[in-house]
């Protein structure tokens, strides 16, 4: 059974960082061709902030370019999504995302993030 679990959100003021993690069970990471991260704030749609290749080729969201990295650990089966400078804005349950097309396409169950001062 595969799973992807997150953690490391939490509460952090405006121009905070936090670092969300994404472990993988069940799966080996080096058979996931991109892991993405998406964010859902109360009321609107399930949106992409970025995702990175098996070959660590990385692309983001206009919203968070320059402030969020992806990183992952293929021998560790873990992902990071790095948030720098958040902003009132950022809140979202965020969300992990394991994908290879046409085989198969695995969500964790979300992390919290808020920002407030």
């Known amino acids: 059974q595969v799973q992807l679990v997150e953690s490391g959100g939490g509460l952090v003021q405006p121009g905070g960082s936090l670092r969300l993690s994404c472990i993988a069970s069940?799966?080996?990471?080096?058979?996931?061709?991109?892991v993405a991260w998406y964010r859902q704030a109360p009321g609107k749609q399930r949106e992409l902030v970025g995702g990175?290749?098996?070959?660590?080729?990385?692309n983001y969201a206009d919203s968070v370019k320059g402030r969020f990295t992806i990183s992952r650990d293929n021998a560790k089966g873990t992902a990071y999504l790095q948030m720098n400078s958040l902003k009132p804005e950022d809140p979202a349950v965020y969300y992990c995302?394991?994908?290879?097309?046409?085989?198969?396409?695995?969500w964790g169950q979300g992390t919290q993030v808020t920002v407030s001062s």
């Open positions: 995302n394991a994908n290879r097309p046409g085989f198969f396409d695995f």
């Open positions: 990175i290749s098996k070959e660590g080729r990385t």
């Open positions: 069940g799966i080996t990471f080096f058979g996931i061709d991109t």
